[in-house]
């Protein structure tokens, strides 16, 4: 009976009911932000041969009461309960509407977004249908939109996948494969998917100089993506040593504090107006 208790005691831990509670209420915090317009989209460049060619979009949620809160701390919660799908909706038109407005104006109208996707709102059986609404609603040229995939999305349905992207792709939507390394994916699978670029973790970048391992995968990368005719771009460059290694060694874009963190749109297109100027 005491041992009952104990777990009895354990399972109503006022702890536990606090994190339900917080969940619950930032869940509901998410609705009404996506209501009520709370959130936007920030913009860090990308460079490549010295030239800003796009940017990665990046969410800002400016919570009421909380202030800024980090993306790392409402996407896996906005997963969970599937705002992701309408987030992600949100995130696909922003920066489709700003393609658009871009596309007659000569400074930036080779701008190429990249646009973070969730693999639950990969999964749906409309999300081809969704981005593709989102070119048409807005009229971006397709070829300037990137969607960048993390290796989680392989793991569920390759053929799925693939066929997803072949459609996509068939308009010039491309891809890239976020966070490379740090996942799952296997080589086998790397070859038969129809991407475009790979983007080095910045967890291999930050000690690139100090540590030989990190070295050795920065390079492998590069190398690998190389020969299999992708792009490879570097992510968290934060130092000019650091850009020019990876340079040496053959990576083909890169992005990060050393030129910009993410900042709101008219900053990133003042900053590419600038440099297009140069
Ligand atoms: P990610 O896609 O790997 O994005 C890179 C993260 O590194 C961003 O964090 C960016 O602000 C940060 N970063 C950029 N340059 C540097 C640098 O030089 N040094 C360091 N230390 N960090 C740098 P952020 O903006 O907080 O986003 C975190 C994650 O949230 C993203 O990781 C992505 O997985 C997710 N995320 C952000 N926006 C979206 C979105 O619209 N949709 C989805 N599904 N996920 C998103
Ligand atoms: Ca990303
Ligand atoms: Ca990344
Ligand atoms: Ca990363």
């Not at 990665?56 to 980090?70: V, Y």
């Not at 909706?89 to 700003?98: D, G, S």
């Not at 850009?243 to 963190?261: D, I, K, T």
């Amino acid at each position: 009976a005491k041992k009952a208790g104990r777990d009895t005691l354990q399972f109503f831990d006022p702890r536990m009911q606090q994190v339900v509670r917080e969940r619950a209420t930032l869940e509901q915090d998410l609705r009404t932000g996506l209501a009520q317009q709370q959130f936007e989209l920030f913009f860090q460049p990308q460079v490549e041969g010295g030239s800003i060619i796009g940017a990665e979009g990046l969410l800002r949620w400016r919570h009421p009461g909380q202030g800024f809160i980090s993306p790392a701390n409402f996407i896996p919660l906005a997963e969970e309960s599937g705002l992701i799908v309408p987030l992600g909706e949100w995130v696909l038109h922003t920066a489709c509407e700003q393609l658009a407005r871009w596309a007659h104006d000569p400074a930036m109208a080779q701008m190429v977004v990249a646009v973070n996707v969730s693999p639950r709102q990969f999964y749906q059986a409309q999300f081809v249908d969704q981005v593709l609404a989102a070119l048409a609603l807005s009229g971006a040229p397709p070829s300037r939109l990137k969607l960048e995939l993390t290796e989680g999305l392989l793991l569920t349905d390759i053929d799925d996948t693939i066929e997803k992207m072949v459609q996509l792709k068939q308009h010039g939507v491309g891809f890239s494969l976020d966070d490379f390394g740090t996942g799952y994916s296997s080589l086998a699978y790397l070859k038969r998917l129809p991407l475009d670029q790979l983007k080095i973790d910045q967890s291999f970048v930050r000690d690139v100089l100090t540590d030989p391992n990190d070295a050795a995968i920065a390079k492998t990368i590069v190398a690998l993506g190389t020969s299999l005719g992708l792009r490879v771009i570097a992510e968290g460059v934060e130092t000019e040593a650091q850009r020019a290694f990876l340079q040496e060694h053959g990576c083909h874009a890169w992005q990060g504090y050393l030129l910009s963190p993410p900042v709101p749109m008219a900053q990133f297109e003042a900053l590419a107006r600038k440099w297009a100027a140069r």
